[in-house]
């Protein structure tokens, strides 16, 4: 235990880790806007790769041996310094900026919804933002489905805004903080993974499904919930997304087709069902049905539904935009374009792009 001595004279911003203590970890737990020592520095390889979940490769460290003397190396070199490494007694991590740290932006946020704050920021409620929050997602999804790692990265800071500052209001209304939200998903994982935190365990993937719904059912048991097999997947979802969701849970307990050719004879079936239709109330429940099992025709060829349909969305949108920014550049007039033509230049984009 320290000296109130030492605890006093320790600099500011100082943190001293033990080097064998990191040798479990897969991700830093110091913030790294804070000085960094590492007594006993140990496994250079593990090491490099430990901190570079928070530092950038061109980083320089220094290496502190018993005799004061001190040498540096960029973090990238960190693995080809073993020998180093092992005669320091203590590498030394410089921090960085504030604003590279998860509790930089905490503060950020709790400082927009202080009394000194933002007027706007201060009146948000749990619910005043939740079409917002639903926006960004779908921000973020367009980004994700065109792979495109600038928007990935910017929309990702978008909707962690909106998980911080929810953390927030409800810490300001004393019923949870961030710290809860965080402890109670990270319990929930190390549970549910049991063959990685508790007894290691080789499983497929259909496995680790299979094992997460058991999983589940025993926290439900154990927390004394009565919840139905498709309970617990949000009706606010897409309805695609839903219904795959549907299908995915139904079919762990054997609510399945034998093979994909029962799949796909029952959407014939309903293909035939709605051409024999007779009105629009008949012809839009045959509709559904052919899509929920054309959903799940997609299950079973192992494709997200939701995903490809707003890929085919996207494709599109970018024939249409194409045709579009060509009759501008022609100086015509789409809407009195003819079909022929569109068909030209959208067969254009679409050799272009293929």
Known sequence: MMTIDQILNTPANTVVVEGKELSALEHLLVPPHLDLFIRHPQNAAHLKHLLLTEYPADHSVEFLFADGKADRCCMSDLDTNEPMLKE?????????????????????????????????????????????????????????????????????????????????????????????????????????????????????PDEVITRWEQMKKLEREKEQKSQGLLDGISKAMPALSMAFAYQKRAARVGFDWDSIDGVRAKLDEEIREFEKADSSESQAEELGDMLFTLVNLARWLKIDPETALRNANLKFYDRVHYVESKAKLLGKDLFEMPMSEKDQYWDEYKNKSA
Not at 110 to 121: I, K, N
Not at 151 to 166: C, F, N, S, T
């Open 88 to 204: 320091a007694a203590a590498l030394h991590v410089p921090p960085l900026q504030p604003n590279q740290s998860f509790e930089y932006f905490q503060n950020v946020v709790a400082v927009l919804r202080s009394p000194d704050g933002c007027p706007w920021d201060r009146k948000q409620t749990h619910q005043s933002l939740r079409d917002d929050f639903l926006q960004e997602v779908y921000e973020l999804l367009e980004g994700l489905d065109r792979l495109e790692m600038g928007m990935i990265e910017e929309e990702l800071g978008d909707v962690l805004l909106h998980i911080v500052i929810q953390a927030q209001i409800a810490q300001e209304n004393q019923t949870f903080n961030m710290g809860d939200v965080v402890r109670h998903i990270s319990e929930k994982l190390i549970f549910r993974h049991e063959h990685v935190f508790g007894k290691a365990e080789s499983l497929s």
